[in-house]
């Protein structure tokens, strides 16, 4: 289990400023297997977790809407056959928080 995985997410104000690149770069080393990607000029944080099947992509996907309910921060799923890419990113802050990385963390350990 990641160290981050065990916080909790707080709340995004509006005014909150997206994390810098070298910030970005301190938590990405600690959640293995994700990627900064830029869609639009936001800066979204994706992992593509491989599964065997359609009804396993379903499952692990429940699975993160029930984790992102509960911290009331919510990701773009797409839901493939055998895969499922799991995005985060504050939309408040059109860009990456603390809370993006700390979601990934209990993303990955939910797989």
Known sequence: MNELSKLTCEACKGDDSPLTNKEIGGYLKEVDGWEVIEESGIQKLKRVFLTLNYGKSIEFTNDVARIAERADHHPQLIVDYGAVAVIWWSHK???????DFIMAAKTSDLF
């Open 93 to 99: 802050i059109k860009g990456l928080h603390k809370n």
